[in-house]
């Protein structure tokens, strides 16, 4: 039995060897075994067609046959043998009766090769050596198909004849049981088959890759191949086909009428007509196709039409494939887009790749590698109808959904999955769903674009709406297929992704694993950066646009938080959706969770946290990957965002639009904006530009799972960092300028402050206006003295945060932006934004402004002066010297401190320079001098109430205020009017300061611009102002000839006479004499100075020459003084009259004058009429 496969096929020269017995006996077998596959011939009809059958034969044997009269099949037994037994007869008796008619052998053998109608092709197409053996001579004729070797038409008629006639005896079976009756006892489901119908060899066909009997094998797979080159031998096959192919067009059902060997086409063309779109065939005929595809998955030889048009191409690209178990089959599924590949070969590959889609089965190696676990997790469920459980979709998505579950599948079955998922990726036309939804978008837009997915991705490209539009029904079955081939779970699934990407992968995701599921992320971290290629960049994101939209395509974030998803969004299994919660509602529902507190209820496990954030961070890449975000904002995205394609770009142009917005996209970029204020990580762009910062001043912060806008603030706080660059600068001032437009943006400050702005605050929703009405709320209880503040600790805290970052872009105060806009672009347009410059701008040319936007400048100075911190560059420019001399100091006197420190010898020059100016702007006005202000505050009405009538509501007093205060202060020795102490002190500090520089005097700069720059320029050009300016006007005050300036050189005069301090030139003169001649006198109120006069007119004592000289100096320009200023008031007058080298003569006359007026007034008295006592008693 051991030659039954081979030796039967070499009965020629057999004789009467012993071999030639079993040869025979195994024919015998052969024989009855493929009675099972004819069409009209098997099952109950075998009695019936017993007649039909001796027609066939008798036909077989006509000379026209080529087979001689009494000769039967090709293999030279006796025609007796092919009579059927009798109806009835047990298996037993036809094997006995065969074996006694096997005991005398016949020497005429028939042969195929020797038929004259067949010889000539047999000589010209098949090798010497197989000649005598009809089987090899019959497998080399049925397999010619070239079109130079096509064998004749009568020759075809014989070997179908030959065949026919070879597979309609019903003692076909019985032999079969005979050679096969080991594997029969081994597979119980064969021999329980009822007997007769040709069921038998049905099923050992079906199981044939689990024989192990080797005769069994041979005869199987011999008389597979016989039956499978012609439909009309595969039993049941006509029944069920017939009207198909008469309805199809497909061929001829009889012999004769078209080239019978050919037939092989007619199955070809019904498996077309299967897998088309707009063809449909009858369930029984499908049923039956899909068997014959099933029974011939191992050996594509059995494939007729597949194997004729692929032999070259699988001599091309398979040569060292060997045959059998589907090995073939997948070389060329693997090969079918290359170039080389014929087109007729990828056709008939395609169809079949079109029949796995409907049925797995008809792919051996999938069905054997996954037959265990399509079982062990119940992907084959008796109660799902078979045209559901065996398309190829469902048992990927219910084993990919065992795995999602943590189950394990055989590593064959997993790569066999892989390779089926790769290959529904590759070619959309396997899609029926997308062949019929898509047809359109494809006509239109990705015609021409069929190989190595390109199609697919030309419809996920229109799915973003980067070219046209998808239909809805395009949409879900593009997101159906990305769902079955889960191509997140490993990206070489996507073979357009994996070609355009694997020069990034080879070096920006070399340390990953290959295959492993994080290289998309991987990839997604990367996108924008210098290692990412454009074409990789856009295969990436049409694949993360549709993976977006269902959380479950994501494995690692499935994995992770499958429990919470369950738990907190009461969640399905992964291939089960649900109306009420659809995939993409499942993410909203775990970021929502994500980031909520303790206090709020039960958040995410840190895992699944984790996983959230990672997603976040990538879809913030991109706005197309935000699902909620691209459905509601849609047209606001055309109407705003049109010319904003750059990364990250869309949404920002949404946040800078957030006013304008329809309700639902507002609240949904509401939403995001706030989510990014706690974690500013998700704005991955921005974390990239921001990288240099974040590593060397924020890596702490940027390194804890938790952020809780920590991040951001560090980043605010070093924005000028020489580490920063442009396009942080840029991202971290865009983010703080969208947290104007709503506190709940500042997370920091929401978190702090929550609870106060709904009791202090309700119906504000502009940081902004939440900040001022806090701040103003906490001055009120502040300047009232309340035992118990409002605003809690915790917002105060931030609160002053807050304040402080708002100084930094006058962008970040809008209504001060708006209001001086206009001045901006005309006065400051090339100035930049960052470090308050823009406000500095405005503050220079302060009284060039428009009256809106001066106003505001003026009380942002006033609120800076009471509060320094609040100045933004002055803390800036001195924050070292705030630490070295300031550092214990009250935040509301840092600029005090800074002007007592101001002269000290390590002292910057730069903050020098910056204290000064802001000198300059407190004198200008005593209401940007809070200590002035409040030191004053009864004095300022009482001696300069004048003033302060004569100024215009909104206007600026320009240092009139001062002005007139120091003038009290220089006359109150004469006057007897003092100031109160406090002010005295304050208004002494002035004069002080004002008279060692110019520029701190605004009248005198205002009055003398002219005489400065004439007389004085080379003065007023030196880098440190010692008070020259003022000595050289005092100096050149005769050539002065404009009377305002005039005065104010008069006025400091006076003002110098008070105090020496006052005066410091002076001062510098004669300070060893005052030393000496002085130093028992108390400094102030003008008795150093009277000290010193007195000593001048002593001849006994001796002043040092350059003093003696000043203080002559001083007292002609005092005298000068005396004589051309005139008196602005009796007190004025009183005061030069006291003043005056005159005064004793000037009294006397005045004296004089009271006594006559006192004399004339009494005699002149009495001259008038009297008044009668009558009258006065009245």
């Known amino acids: 039995m051991a030659a039954c496969g081979r030796g039967s096929l070499v009965l020629a020269g057999a004789a009467w060897d012993w071999r030639w017995m079993r040869a025979s006996h195994c024919l015998l077998a052969a024989a009855a075994a493929l009675t099972l596959l004819l069409p009209c011939h098997c099952g109950a009809q075998v009695g019936a067609d017993r007649g039909r059958s001796r027609d066939a034969l008798a036909m077989h044997n006509q000379p026209q046959d080529g087979a001689p009269a009494g000769q039967v099949d090709g293999q030279g037994l006796p025609q007796a043998q092919f009579q059927a037994r009798p109806q009835g007869q047990g298996q037993g008796q036809a094997q006995a009766q065969a074996q006694a008619q096997f005991q005398a052998p016949r020497k005429n053998v028939w042969r195929l090769s020797e038929e004259p109608v067949c010889h000539e092709d047999v000589v010209r197409l098949c090798p010497k050596h197989t000649w005598q053996n009809n089987f090899a001579v019959l497998e080399c004729l049925q397999d010619v198909r070239e079109v130079d070797d096509e064998i004749s038409s009568d020759c075809n008629h014989l070997l179908w004849n030959y065949k026919f006639n070879l597979t309609t005896d019903p003692k076909f079976e019985a032999a079969a049981g005979e050679v096969c009756r080991i594997t029969l006892s081994e597979v119980k489901e064969c021999a329980d088959q009822e007997p007769g119908k040709g069921y038998v060899i049905s099923c050992l066909i079906e199981h044939r890759a689990n024989i192990t009997e080797y005769q069994c094998r041979q005869f199987i797979t011999k008389m597979t191949a016989i039956i499978f080159s012609d439909y009309q031998l595969i039993c049941g096959f006509m029944d069920s086909c017939k009207n198909d192919i008469n309805q199809l067009k497909c061929g001829s059902i009889r012999p004769g009428e078209k080239d019978v060997h050919s037939q092989g086409e007619v199955v070809s063309c019904l498996e077309k007509a299967l897998v088309s779109e707009d063809k449909t065939i009858s369930d029984n005929c499908k049923k039956a196709i899909l068997r014959v595809a099933e029974l011939s998955s191992d050996d594509f030889h059995l494939d007729r039409h597949l194997y004729f048009s692929c032999r070259d191409d699988r001599e091309r690209f398979c040569e060292d494939i060997q045959g059998g178990e589907g090995r073939v089959y997948k070389c060329l599924f693997n090969h079918k887009f290359e170039e080389a590949m014929s087109d007729k070969c990828r056709e008939a590959l395609t169809t079949r790749q079109k029949l796995i889609v409907q049925d797995y089965k008809v792919s051996y190696s999938l069905a054997k590698a996954c037959k265990n676990d399509l079982r062990k997790y119940r992907c084959n469920a008796e109660n799902l109808p078979r045209a559901r459980e065996a398309r190829l979709s469902y048992l990927l998505l219910c084993l990919e959904s065992s795995v999602h579950r943590g189950r394990q599948l055989s590593g064959e079955c997993q790569g066999e999955m892989l390779d089926y998922r790769r290959m529904l990726m590759e070619d959309f036309s396997l899609s029926p769903e997308i062949v019929l939804n898509c047809r359109s978008e494809i006509e239109l837009h990705c015609s021409g674009l069929h190989r190595k997915g390109r199609t697919l991705h030309c419809l996920m490209r229109m799915g973003r709406g980067d070219k046209g539009n998808l239909g809805q029904n395009c949409q879900q079955s593009l997101q159906s297929l990305i769902q079955e081939t889960d191509p997140g779970a490993d990206y070489r699934i996507d073979r357009a992704l994996n070609e355009a990407c694997e020069s990034v992968i080879q070096t920006a995701c070399k340390h990953i694993r290959n295959g492993d599921p994080m290289i998309l992320s991987c990839l997604m971290e990367h996108l924008y950066t210098e290692k990412m290629v454009e074409e990789c960049e856009h295969r990436l994101l049409e694949l993360q646009y549709f993976i977006s939209r269902d959380w479950k ?167 000028h960092q020489k580490e920063m660059n442009e396009k942080c600068v840029v991202g971290v001032t865009h983010f703080q300028l969208i947290q104007m437009k709503d506190f709940r943006f500042s997370y920091k400050f929401k978190m702090a402050c929550k609870e106060d702005v709904l009791k202090l605050c309700p119906n504000i929703k502009k940081k902004v206006d939440v900040v001022i009405c806090l701040s103003t709320t906490v001055r009120n209880d502040t300047l009232q003295d309340n035992k118990e503040q409002r605003v809690s600790i915790k917002c105060r805290k931030q609160l002053r945060v807050e304040e402080l970052e708002m100084t930094e872009d006058i962008r970040l105060d809008p209504d001060l932006y708006v209001s001086c806009r206009t001045d901006i672009e005309k006065h400051c347009q090339n100035v930049p934004f960052g470090n308050a410059q823009v406000v500095e701008c405005l503050k220079d040319l302060k009284k060039v402004l428009t009256t809106r936007c001066h106003d505001k400048i003026f009380k942002l100075q006033e609120s800076e002066m009471s509060d320094p911190e609040l100045d933004y560059t002055l803390m800036r420019v001195c924050k070292q010297m705030i630490k070295r001399y300031c550092a214990d100091a009250d935040s509301k006197y840092v600029l005090q401190c800074l002007k007592q420190n ?277």
């Open 553 to 719: 395509l994501d494995p690692v974030l499935y994995r992770k938080c499958q429990g919470d998803a369950s738990r907190l969004c009461h969640t399905q299994g992964w291939n089960q959706t649900s109306e009420m919660l659809p995939p993409g509602a499942v993410f909203s529902c775990l970021y929502r969770h994500a980031y909520r507190t303790e206090e709020q209820g039960r958040r995410l496990s840190r895992d699944c946290r984790a996983e959230i954030q990672r997603i976040l961070h990538q879809r913030a890449l991109d706005v197309k990957l935000e699902p909620a975000l691209q459905e509601r904002c849609i047209i606001d995205l055309g109407k705003w965002c049109s010319e904003k394609t750059d990364p990250g770009q869309e949404l920002e142009c949404l946040q800078d639009h957030l006013d304008d917005l329809a309700v639902d996209c507002r609240d949904i970029v509401g939403n995001l904006t706030e989510l990014e204020s706690e974690d500013i990580q998700i704005e991955a762009l921005l974390m990239r530009a921001c990288d240099p910062v974040i590593q060397t001043y924020c890596h702490e912060l940027a390194d804890n799972q938790i952020d809780s806008g920590d991040l951001m603030e560090c980043l605010v706080q070093n924005k």
């Open 902 to 1178: 101001k002269n000290a010898e390590l002292m910057d020059p730069k903050c020098k320079q910056m204290i000064t100016k802001r000198q300059i702007t407190q004198n200008t006005d005593y209401r940007l001098n809070p200590v002035l202000r409040k030191a004053c505050k009864a004095d300022i009405p009482k001696f300069c109430q004048s003033v302060l009538n004569n100024v215009k509501d909104g206007k600026e007093l320009e240092g009139q205020v001062v002005s007139c205060l120091k003038l009290k202060y220089a006359d109150q020795v004469l006057t007897g009017q003092r100031l109160s102490s406090d002010c005295e002190d304050q208004i002494r500090v002035i004069i002080q300061e004002s008279a060692l520089d110019y520029r701190l005097d605004p009248q005198l700069q205002i009055h003398c611009t002219k005489e400065i720059n004439t007389l004085c320029a080379e003065e007023a050009a030196a880098q440190e102002q010692t008070g020259q300016v003022e000595e050289c006007l005092k100096i050149n005050l005769l050539k002065i000839t404009a009377e305002p300036c005039k005065k104010e050189v008069l006025n400091m005069l006076q003002e110098s006479k008070a105090d020496i301090f006052v005066d410091p030139v002076l001062h510098a003169a004669c300070g060893l004499d005052i030393k000496h001649q002085c130093a028992s006198i108390q400094p102030g109120k003008g008795r150093q100075m009277s000290c010193l006069l007195e000593a001048l007119e002593d001849k006994t004592v001796r002043l040092q020459p350059d003093c003696k000289k000043r203080l002559q100096d001083r007292l002609e320009m005092w005298s000068y003084a005396a004589r051309v200023a005139p008196a602005e008031g009796f007190a004025d007058l009183a005061y030069q009259v006291m003043a005056s080298p005159s005064k004793n003569y000037l009294m006397g006359l005045l004296a004089l004058g009271v006594c006559i007026l006192f004399l004339l007034g009494m005699t002149c008295g009495r001259i008038t009429k009297r008044v009668t006592r009558e009258l006065k008693d009245r």
